[in-house]
């Protein structure tokens, strides 16, 4: 193990010298005879790991010292021994406020020297192996956290693309809504209805729960699910009740890891509840207003958008202008009032998304194919 490095900082050679001699047989010793020149060694790749500090010197005195030291996030681990003959109780109090950790008086007693300089340096060492060790538990832990942030991202986008194969929307769909409700929730978080609710923790997770909105389709048969044209009364009732399927396919998952799962509670409420209306003539159970969960209002507004203005196997998409006007008319019965006054300043936003997100002719050749071996399968 490297033995300890001691700076002795003094501008008399002969201290410097009686200094260096009594040290050396435990230490290695580097010596500076200016402020200056000491806090260039102090600074540098290789500091010191203490210094003996003389106060009274030309041009920077060690109290300056100790104030560069101290400033500085690396020169402050430095353990500072002034070692002057300023005797008076002032001086003392003064360089133990500045951050020294000791403070001896001229003439010096080499065996006090010693033993304060070892003890110090005790201290040091201990300091840097807790310091040590809780970095590490730090690098750990957030080697944790990436690691089950990255499982929750796989689970939802694992879980999403099981309903976007069976959907006749594009995986495009996904991404558009996500974004979508991010930049709705990130205007609105200053909005006193929604501070206390929408938070970097709440927007993080509305992103990613986002992808489940439609997860409960995988529980829809084919031929309601893939029908192009309109349901019937009966069909449409089949097809509701992908807002509770997508719930309890969420519950099933928890109940198969044999715990709740803290992040899917958001994407559950955006599952169940992001066909409610605002004046309550929405489904599954006609939650009206408030009682309608701020992510599944959020999610309604970029659904609904998003369902006017892209394009589908069997319907080409709505104009912008036209769909500001669709929903503008959903502003107080479909739609949070205040939602709609976001989406409105966010327009040029939301283009921007639809566009960074659109569904190319590819995409939609490859639903349609996608699609069309579904139907094969079970017309078989």
């Known amino acids: 193990m490297p033995r300890p490095t001691v700076l002795v900082v003094d501008d008399t050679p002969d201290n410097l010298a009686l200094m260096s001699s009594l040290l050396k047989e435990h230490y290695k010793v580097k010596v500076a005879n200016s402020g200056e020149r000491a806090l260039r060694i102090a600074l540098s790749e290789t500091p010191p790991d203490l210094i003996l500090l003389d106060i009274m010197m030309p041009g920077m005195d060690g109290y300056e010292v100790c104030r560069h030291l101290k400033a500085d996030p690396l020169g402050r681990r430095i353990p500072v021994i002034f070692l002057t003959a300023k005797a008076e109780v002032e001086d003392e109090r003064l360089g133990l406020e500045l951050g020294a950790v000791d403070y001896l008086t001229k003439p010096v007693s080499p065996p ?6 070892k003890n110090h340096l005790t201290l040091k060492a201990s300091a840097d192996f807790l310091r040590s060790k809780n970095d590490y538990l730090e690098q750990e832990v957030n080697k944790r956290t990436r690691e089950v942030m ?24 996904i991404r558009r809504t996500q974004y979508y409700v991010k930049a709705l929730a990130e205007h609105l978080r200053e909005h006193v209805r929604f501070a206390n609710q929408l938070d970097d923790a709440a927007i993080q997770l509305l992103f990613k729960s986002a992808p489940l ?28 009740s992908h ?33 409610e ?73 939301f283009q921007v ?24 399968s079970a017309v078989g």
């Open 112 to 117: 006090i020297v010693l033993v304060r300089v």
């Open 150 to 173: 990255a499982i929750q991202d796989v689970t939802i986008l694992a879980m999403a693309s099981l309903a976007e194969t069976r959907d006749s929307d594009t995986g495009n769909h």
């Open 213 to 240: 909105h439609d997860i409960g389709k995988v529980g829809i048969p084919d031929r309601i699910l893939l029908k192009p044209g309109r349901f019937t009364p009966d069909e449409f009732e089949i097809m509701k």
């Open 243 to 275: 807002t509770t399927l997508g719930v309890e396919a969420i519950d099933h998952a928890e109940r198969q890891l044999g715990t709740s799962v803290a992040f899917l509670a958001m994407a559950k409420e955006i599952a169940h509840f992001h066909h």
């Open 277 to 349: 209306k605002w004046d309550g003539t929405g489904y599954p159970q006609g939650l009206r207003g408030e009682a309608i969960p701020v992510s599944a209002r959020l999610m309604a507004v970029a659904d609904v958008f998003d369902a006017l203005v892209s394009r589908r196997i069997y319907k080409e998409g709505m104009s912008h202008a036209k769909a500001i006007q669709v929903m503008v008319e959903g502003r107080g019965c479909h739609f949070d009032p205040d939602m709609i006054d976001a989406f409105l300043a966010l327009q040029e936003t």
């Open 353 to 376: 998304i639809a566009a960074r997100y659109a569904d190319s002719d590819r995409d939609m050749a490859l639903k349609q194919e996608q699609l069309e071996r579904i139907i094969g």
